[in-house]
């Protein structure tokens, strides 16, 4: 229950890309679960 009501607060529009974003450069072996979102150590 308490993971609900915590999950019930995030504003997953402002906090999802980033968070994501975060979690493929922190665990770069996760970006093979992402293969569309190409290098993300580069701007390009």
Known sequence: ???TTTWG???VE???GEALGR???VYP???R???SFG???SAS
């Open 23 to 25: 979690l493929l450069v």
């Open 29 to 31: 072996w996760t970006q």
């Open 14 to 16: 402002e906090t999802g």
């Open 33 to 35: 679960f992402f293969d």
């Open 1 to 3: 229950n308490a993971i």
């Open 9 to 11: 607060k995030v504003n």
């Open 39 to 41: 290098n993300l150590s």
